[in-house]
């Protein structure tokens, strides 16, 4: 499996951050598809996820200003984030997550190569 | 938000010699299916985070068995047996049980 991701890499701040993720040589059903990005310098965070059904979690620090999609005829999942600011740079990666049945997610065994996004005026 | 605190933050290590670096949660990460969720990656320099271990104690597929993880509830160990020199970058851990998923601030192997 390998997961492939494009998008904007320079924005003005209150532009929409755009990017989409496919999913190249796997399934895309059973998984959940996630957005996790990076901050120069700094530690990982989480974005949120999308199951392939639609069903989608968001990090309440983002909820406000976040739409994941999932388009399962082309095997590929976005992120939307608007109104960005400085505080949005970051590189972002996608990522797969696993569940066994129920249970919580975890294990994101899958990611992609990141897509750095600056914003700036 | 579940605050996750390893330790330390920066480890310097001999070539061969073992390591071990902490990871703490501030709620139990322990599950009612008595799965550990929490996970381990590593980010070498350049490059997109790898999933190490998974559900606390399991080796992701093609991980040497040089790595090992163990831990339950809020207190989390991994180790590395023997240091080689392709184990440098930043190691984190990340708990998956509550929303948000959450990771640590990282932990920096580096070579002596």
């Known amino acids: 499996v390998q997961l492939q991701q494009w998008g904007a890499g320079l924005l003005k701040p209150s532009e929409t951050l755009s990017l989409t993720c496919a999913v190249h040589?796997?399934?895309?059903?059973?998984?959940?598809w996630n957005w996790v990005r990076q901050p120069p310098g700094k530690g990982l965070e989480w974005i949120g996820e999308?199951?392939?059904?639609?069903?989608?979690t968001y990090n309440p620090s983002l909820e406000s200003r976040l739409t994941i999609s999932v388009d399962t005829s082309n095997n590929q999942f976005s992120l939307k984030l608007h109104s960005v600011t400085a505080a949005d740079t970051a590189v972002y990666y996608c990522?797969?997550?696993?569940?066994?049945?129920?249970?919580?997610?975890?294990?994101?065994?899958?990611w992609g190569p990141g897509t750095t996004v600056t914003v700036s005026s | 938000d579940i605050v996750m605190t390893q330790s330390p933050l920066s480890l310097p290590v001999t070539p061969g010699e073992p390591a071990s670096i902490s990871c703490r949660s501030s709620q139990s990460l322990l599950h009612s299916d008595r799965y550990n969720y929490l996970d381990w990656y590593l980010q070498k320099p350049g490059q997109s985070p790898q999933l190490l271990i998974y559900l606390g104690s399991s080796r992701a597929p093609g991980v040497p068995d040089r790595f090992s993880a163990s831990g339950s509830g809020t207190d989390f160990t991994l180790k590395i047996s023997r240091v080689e020199a392709d184990d440098v970058g930043v190691y984190y851990c990340?708990?998956?049980?509550?929303?948000?998923?959450?990771f640590g601030l990282g932990t920096k192997l580096e070579i002596k």
């Open positions: 999308i199951y392939h059904s639609g069903k989608v």
């Open positions: 990522a797969r997550g696993l569940r066994r049945g129920i249970s919580p997610r975890y294990g994101l065994d899958v």
């Open positions: 040589g796997g399934s895309f059903s059973g998984y959940f």
């Open positions: 990340m708990q998956t049980l509550h929303t948000p998923p959450t």
